[in-house]
């Protein structure tokens, strides 16, 4: 069976051609969210190989023998298979948003204490994380791979 391939990034998921990324990734580990938050908002079309972590594929131990997702193959054969070094790669190639220059690092601490970031004069800090969490971006990449 041909393998399913998500646009990250705009308006479909489903079975299309061939991309130039191959995403390995489990829908619901953080490392793998963060990253395809990153591909996603960069624009980059992949592959989306959603993985079952007891029983990983050996194409993706052959990429990256360490076991983890998120990994990243580009189409260079080059293996990048730490999530923070893919959106790194990915907003190094697009950073429409300026998520690498925030204009504050303080969002970080949203989930380990609301009262307390709520609390905070970042008007626009809070917005922008309440923006992403709400956003079509965050659904789609949340999305179930089968639906
Ligand atoms: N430092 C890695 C951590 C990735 C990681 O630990 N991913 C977990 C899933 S959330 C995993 O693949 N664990 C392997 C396993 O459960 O077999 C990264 O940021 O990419």
């Given at each position: 069976m041909a393998p399913l391939v998500c646009r990250l990034h705009g308006e479909r998921a489903g079975r299309e051609a061939a991309a130039d990324l191959i995403l390995y990734s489990f829908r619901r580990c953080p490392y793998a969210m963060r990253a395809?938050?990153?591909?996603?908002?960069?624009?980059?079309?992949?592959?989306?190989?959603?993985?079952?972590l007891r029983?990983?594929?050996p194409a993706m131990l052959e990429a990256?023998?360490?076991g983890t997702v998120p990994v990243l193959v580009l189409s260079n054969g080059e293996v990048i298979d730490e999530s923070l070094d893919i959106m790194l790669w990915a907003l190094g190639c697009n950073d429409p948003e300026r998520w690498l220059t925030p204009e504050s690092d303080s969002r970080q601490f949203a989930r380990v204490d609301a009262a307390w970031f709520a609390s905070l004069p970042l008007r626009g800090v809070q917005s922008w994380l309440t923006t992403i969490v709400t956003s079509e971006r965050f659904e789609r990449i949340m999305r179930h791979p089968a639906t």
């Open positions: 395809r938050l990153a591909l996603d908002v960069s624009g980059q079309v992949c592959e989306l190989r959603e993985v079952v029983n990983k594929p990256s023998p360490k």
